[in-house]
Structure formats: C-alpha cells, structure tokens
C-alpha cells in the first residue's frame, strides 16, 4: 500500500505502509500520474488484486473493518443480497469487498439515515427468502470503534487465518 501525506506522523497511523510518500498529495499525484504508460497499455482493474482480509489485518490487535469487508468477499454466498448502512460501513465495504457478478448491495442514498440496512434486509427476506441476505451496520466497522476481541473470540475472523 502507498500512502501520501504531507504529515510524516500520519503515515502508517491507521494502515500498514510499504510506499510512504511525504509529499503535498496533488503534487504527488500529478507527478506519478505523469509516469503512468498511456490509457491503452495499462491493465484493467478487473486484474488487479486486493489484499485479503489476513493481509489487511497483519499486526493489529484490534480486528480492522478493512479486514473484515475484505474478508467477507471470500466468505458470502455468490448470491448474497448485502445491505449497508450509511457512515463508516458503507465506506469500508465499498473499498474492500468484491461484489460478485450475481450478489446485490444495497444502500441507502439519503443522508442521515442510519438503521436503513435491518428493515430492509428484513422486507428482501420476506420477499425472498430462498436467497441469503446480510445486514451490515453499526459503528464497530469504524476506525475508531474498533472490534475489541480477544484472539481467542475472533474464531473465524481474518486475522486468526482461518477462513
């Protein structure tokens, strides 16, 4: 992961570094942008990969949202309908889950109006019950409200390795 920041002290404070960048970040944008090969040579992202929920939770104590959205991608069916609510979950798993072509996110686009994804989830349920539905909410997939378990409550989560 690379991350620019104009703050020396920022970098690596919330995510494990391999590219520290202490720059004004447009500057740096502009500047790596102009190293990048032309649009045609360039690979797509359906190439690219992602860092697996144990990858992003290597060397924390606290179990990361990151960790979890990503490690969700391996582990819903490829039909899941997944709800989100608004504010840090949303954020997380938009960055770090893998939709796969047959599974369905749902998220409210109002503002505010955190507590959509378990009424939903509940309706699409009831309307569909032979498809699994998930329901993400709640500050404990925020940075600072991380999940406080121990290893050995962790069970099947990404950083005990387990799937």
């Known amino acids: 992961m690379c991350q620019i920041d104009i703050d020396p002290l920022e970098i690596g404070k919330n995510h494990r570094v391999d590219h520290p960048l202490v720059a004004d970040a447009a500057t740096a944008l502009r500047a790596l942008a102009d190293l990048l090969p032309p649009a045609g040579e360039r ?22 949202a990151s960790a979890v959205a990503a490690h969700l991608s391996g582990v819903l069916p490829e039909d899941v309908l997944l709800f989100l609510d608004n504010g ?46 998930v329901a993400m909410l709640g500050t404990p997939l925020s940075p600072w409200g991380a999940w406080r378990f121990t290893p050995r409550q962790k069970g099947n989560c990404p950083s005990s390795g387990s799937s």
């Open 43 to 64: 690979p797509s992202f359906a190439t690219l990969s992602a860092p697996t929920g144990v990858e992003l939770q290597e060397g924390r104590p606290l179990l990361m």
């Open 88 to 133: 840090n979950t949303l954020c997380w798993v938009g960055e770090h889950y893998r939709c796969p072509p047959g599974a369905d996110v749902h998220c409210s686009r109002n503002i505010g109006c955190m507590g959509y994804a378990v009424p939903a989830s509940i309706g699409v349920k009831l309307a569909l019950p032979e498809r699994p539905v």
